[in-house]
Nanobody
Framework: QVQLVESGGGLVLAGGSLKLSCVASGDTFTINEIGWYRQTPGKQPELVAS???????TYADSVKGRFTISGDNAKNTVYLQMSSLKPEDTAVYYCNARAIYNAYWGQGTQVTVSS
């Protein structure tokens, strides 16, 4: 089992920045991909960014050039640096980790961008 705990969400003005963190614990050695999704009311979660060992990060077209995903293996932590935030980035952001047979989710952190 893997546990994920997100932090760093909040309220920010358009054009501002936030950095989200996701700390993984438990059987972290089973994780082969980790990333961030976001969800707004009434919609399915959408992939924002993900990272896989040995591969280039993947980004949604809507965040390319503004968001950066990175990881610190020593801290079992993945980050999402968000810059030039827009009101349409407002959502609950979830950390997601994928292992061979399982997928794990954090509890989510709210990001609200005010115009």
């Amino acid at each position: 089992q893997v546990q994920l705990v997100e932090s760093g969400g909040g309220l920010v003005l358009a054009g501002g920045s936030l950095k989200l963190s996701c700390v993984a614990s438990g059987d972290t050695f089973t994780i082969n991909e980790i990333g961030w999704y976001r969800q707004t009311p009434g919609k399915q979660p959408e992939l924002v960014a993900s990272i896989r060992s040995g591969s280039a990060p993947t980004y949604a077209d809507s965040v390319k050039g503004r968001f950066t995903i990175s990881g610190d293996n020593a801290k079992n932590t993945v980050y999402l640096q968000m810059s030039s935030l827009k009101p349409e980035d407002t959502a609950v952001y979830y950390c997601n980790a994928r292992a061979i047979y399982n997928a794990y989710w954090g509890q989510g952190t709210q990001v609200t961008v005010s115009s």
